[in-house]
Each structure stands twice: as structure tokens, then as C-alpha cells.
């Protein structure tokens, strides 16, 4: 069994400002992850994913997130808030098994105030 | 690379007619395609795995008859929401990835709004 929760439904920073998204997950089997974003009316964009190598990922657009084995995390930060970054992100859990579904978390909405 | 398109982006249908939308991976093959549905605000829904050449399998309270999925190529799958009403009203998402790998690429989405 597997599941993500994404700890903060909203959040909301000035632009310029550090940005932390947090997830936590639980899996039966040693997990894939991965966050995307995705912008309104689009489709989904990947942003990062860990997949058992490095635990700090660097990922596209000055992203970067940290897996945290001990913690079952997997924040997702950036340093300083752009106005492009406003979008819903979703923290993404799959196991590293033969036809592992993918979980979704419920997503969290970054607003970026000016 | 690893694009994938949908078409058309949005629909709008008269209640009982059926309708068709593609996913297309464009510079991939996609041995596994995956269909979503997400209402307003809320995350994806599986809908169904399909793999290329096999037919799809769905998730538990999604009706086959009703969502008929095609994956003929390792470029494309289908999915016709036949018989659509208004309940079917959604944002329908498909993602592509390709066997022995674990990163699906998410198409941008078709809006269906049944009248």
C-alpha cells in the first residue's frame, strides 16, 4: 500500500521569497518520486524525480527537493519565488515494482503575490 | 523530448453523442498510456492502463462500456467517452511513458463539456 499527503493544500509567498511545498509519503516497496506542476487548463509538466540515486534532486525552473528516508518526505524548495512559478503542485509516489501504479497527492495551490 | 499531445483540447457535445480523444506520443514509444480524469480543483483520477496491442484495464468503478480505450500503436491511444452526459463533463488527462521506465509525460489535457 502507498500513499502521499501533501501537508499544505495552499501556500502562499511574495515573489523574490523561498518557496517550500512539503510531502510525506508511505510505501510498502522503496518508492519512486516525483513533483509536477501544472498550470491552469494545461497538463501536467514534470518538475523532479527520485528514484534512488542522489537524495537532493535538482529538478527544471531552480526547483530542487530533498528525500528524506527517515522522515518519509520529499519537500520540494526553491531559493526565490517568480511570478511564473502560480500553479498547483503535485507530489507523486510510484513503487519500484513491475506495473507500480503512480499515487497522487491532492495538491497544493502556490499563489506568488507581487 | 518525451512530448505528448492530446486532441482535440477542448469538446463541446449534445448529451448521447459519443466522443473520440487521441493521445499521441511524438517522439517516444509509449508501451504503457495512462488515462486520468480530473474534476475542478481536485487531483487525477485513474481511469485505466492501457498497453500497446492489449486491452486496457480499468480501475475499480470505472465503466469499460461507457470509456472505451484503443492503444493500437506505440504512438497512440484512444479513449470515446460514448453515450456522454452532462455528468461526464471533465478534464480528461493522458500520460505516456515507456516500459522499464518510471516517468510518465502527461499530455495538456482535453476539456469535454457535455450540454
Known amino acids: 500500500a502507498q500513499s502521499v499527503t501533501q501537508l499544505d493544500s495552499h501556500v502562499s509567498v511574495s515573489e523574490g521569497t523561498p518557496v517550500l511545498l512539503r510531502c510525506n509519503y508511505s510505501s510498502s516497496y522503496s518508492p519512486s518520486l516525483f513533483w509536477y506542476v501544472q498550470h491552469p487548463n494545461k497538463g501536467l509538466q514534470l518538475l523532479l524525480k527520485?528514484?534512488?540515486?542522489?537524495?537532493l534532486v535538482k529538478g527544471i525552473n531552480g526547483f530542487e527537493a530533498e528525500f528524506k528516508k527517515s522522515e518519509t518526505s520529499f519537500h520540494l524548495t526553491k531559493p526565490s519565488a517568480h511570478m511564473s512559478d502560480a500553479a498547483e503542485y503535485f507530489c507523486v509516489v510510484r513503487p519500484n515494482t513491475n506495473a507500480g501504479k503512480s499515487t497522487f497527492g491532492d495538491g497544493t495551490t502556490l499563489t506568488v503575490k507581487p | 523530448g518525451a512530448v505528448v499531445s492530446q486532441h482535440p483540447s477542448r469538446v463541446i457535445c449534445k448529451s448521447g453523442t459519443s466522443v473520440k480523444i487521441e493521445c499521441r506520443s511524438l517522439d517516444f514509444q509509449a508501451t504503457t498510456m495512462f488515462w486520468y480524469r480530473q474534476f475542478p480543483k481536485q487531483s487525477l483520477m485513474l481511469m485505466a492502463t492501457?498497453?500497446?496491442?492489449?486491452?486496457?484495464?480499468?480501475e475499480q468503478g470505472v465503466e469499460k462500456d461507457k470509456f472505451l480505450i484503443n492503444h493500437a500503436s506505440l504512438t497512440l491511444s484512444t479513449l470515446t467517452v460514448t453515450s456522454a452526459h452532462p455528468e461526464d463533463s471533465s478534464f480528461y488527462i493522458c500520460?505516456?511513458?515507456?516500459?522499464?521506465?518510471?516517468?510518465?509525460?502527461f499530455g495538456p489535457g482535453t476539456r469535454l463539456t457535455v450540454l
Open positions: 527520485y528514484t534512488s540515486a542522489a537524495t
Open positions: 492501457s498497453n500497446e496491442g492489449s486491452k486496457a484495464t480499468y
Open positions: 500520460s505516456a511513458e515507456t516500459r522499464g521506465t518510471d516517468t510518465q509525460y
